[in-house]
């Protein structure tokens, strides 16, 4: 019996998978790129070769695209022509014109132009592109037969074409190279200007980093400076304010002294000249001259201001009150006693004023707002006005609640003069030249402030005026 001979396998067929339309129909060859297979298009079922060009990557997308652009350009009747591309999600699939027969075939179709082809057995057979490329076309043609005259004016056309094609590429690309260098040069020249820039700048901060550190130390040592000179003058000030302390003690020390030595010199000179008196009967106050009398109370020498009234010049109103003598000649002394004032509105004005002013029933008599009058005030200043208010400092300190102010007026000398007195005590000045006719009295405001009328009389002589006592004139 024989062996049973083994029946040889069938060959599985194997299908690519190609987009719609397209059916896959059988794998014409392998490239460097990819592969290309034969398909049909339905419903029209026109046969194509389908290249498919694989990518993983955006380079591998990049050299597919300039590919199908490329085959995209060839337009040329010995070339296949381009159909259409199709891209999936990891190929392209390019659509193109389906050659197919070989250029062998070609040839023996065309033997009728009168080439011999039997010299070509099938083991000879090449593709064109090896014809081109070993030239080995004249040998397997001949050189004198007419197919081999048009194959040679064809592929001599083709590569001219292939040769203009490659030398427009060529300096296409030459120019963008060149254009690509000229960028270069002019972003290189850029950027050494801009280091050039930058290393300027760099000295420029450099230096002014310089400066400042000079201006730095050169501060610190201003600030050291004055430091050791504010401790100085520290020092300097703590031995001025102790020499002022001394300067100041001397002073009160001094000033208690003088005011010592001038009531020394008043109490011996009132005791050696004191002046006889003649007391005058007060005339009843019936006969006073007020000015708004309603602000008045009288309670027999004692007058007290009420009411506040309304002052024309702002604040509290003022009164007045005048005796109702009119004093030409001798020397008359006036004594009041201060019994209360209102610190915050009171005020009381004691003076004379020239007998020839008007009497307005309204108002203040003396101060430093009447024309024509003299007076001392409570503030302890003689308030004198004439033409234009003068404000001469008479007395130290304010007067108190309990002041006695005398007023000595001299109408017999020359010139005629008037010294104010309190507690028994002469101020720093006196007034000369006052009129020869004079009214006596005082201005008041501030609701609560009296004072009481104690000694109207006519002296036998004036109190000498001390020889530091400051002349005022009228």
Request: with cysteine; aromatic share 6%; net charge neutral.
């Amino acid at each position: 019996m024989e062996p049973v001979q083994p029946q040889p396998k069938a060959k599985k067929r194997f299908e690519v998978k190609v987009p719609e339309p397209y059916k896959f129909i059988r794998t014409l060859g392998q490239g460097r790129f990819g592969s290309v297979h034969e398909v049909s298009k339905t419903p029209s079922d026109e046969h194509f070769a389908m290249k498919i060009l694989p990518f993983t990557s955006e380079s591998d997308f990049e050299k597919n695209e300039h590919e199908i652009s490329k085959l995209s350009k060839n337009q040329h009747r010995n070339v296949v022509g381009f159909v259409e591309v199709i891209e999936g999600d990891n190929a392209h699939f390019v659509v193109l014109e389906l050659c197919s027969h070989s250029l062998h075939d070609e040839l023996c179709e065309n033997s009728k132009l009168g080439g011999k082809m039997d010299v070509v057995n099938p083991s000879q057979r090449i593709s064109s592109a090896e014809l081109v490329r070993t030239n080995r076309l004249q040998s397997v043609l001949g050189p004198e037969t007419p197919l081999s005259r048009f194959v040679t004016q064809e592929l001599d056309t083709t590569r001219q074409q292939f040769q203009n094609a490659f030398q427009a590429t060529k300096q296409k690309y030459e120019a963008r190279i060149n254009e690509q260098n000229a960028q270069i040069g002019e972003q290189v020249s850029l950027l050494e200007a801009t280091r050039q820039q930058l290393k300027k700048e760099q000295r420029e901060r450099a230096k002014e980093q310089q400066e400042h550190a000079k201006e730095h130390e050169a501060l610190i040592r201003e600030q050291t400076e004055h430091k050791k000179t504010q401790q100085l003058l520290h020092k300097q000030e703590q031995a001025h304010q102790a020499d002022k302390t001394k300067i100041q003690t001397l002073e009160r020390k001094l000033s208690a002294a003088q005011e010592e030595n001038r009531r020394l010199k008043r109490a011996a000179h009132t005791q050696r000249d004191v002046p006889r008196s003649v007391t005058l009967t007060v005339p009843a106050v019936s006969s006073f001259i007020f000015t708004c009398p309603s602000h008045f109370r009288v309670n027999n020498n004692e007058i007290t201001r009420t009411g506040v009234g309304t002052n024309p010049y702002g604040g509290s109103a003022w009164s007045s009150v005048l005796l109702p003598n009119i004093f030409t000649n001798g020397v008359i002394s006036v004594e009041i006693t201060i019994l209360s004032l209102d610190y915050d509105t009171g005020n009381i004005h004691f003076g004379l004023m020239d007998s020839s002013s008007p009497i307005p029933a309204l108002g203040a008599l003396l101060g430093s707002r009447v024309r024509n009058s003299v007076s001392l005030n409570n503030d302890g200043y003689l308030n004198f006005s004439t033409t234009s208010s003068t404000l001469c400092s008479c007395y130290r300190s304010e007067l108190a609640e309990g002041d006695c102010v005398r007023m000595e007026v001299d109408l017999d000398s020359t010139p005629r003069t008037l010294q104010f007195f309190v507690n028994g005590d002469a101020g720093w000045c006196y007034v000369s030249g006052i009129p020869s006719s004079v009214r006596i009295g005082t201005s008041v405001k501030g609701d609560g402030t009296s004072f009481r009328i104690d000694n109207i009389s006519r002296l036998s002589h004036p109190t000498p005026i001390l020889e530091e006592m400051m002349e005022v004139k009228w």
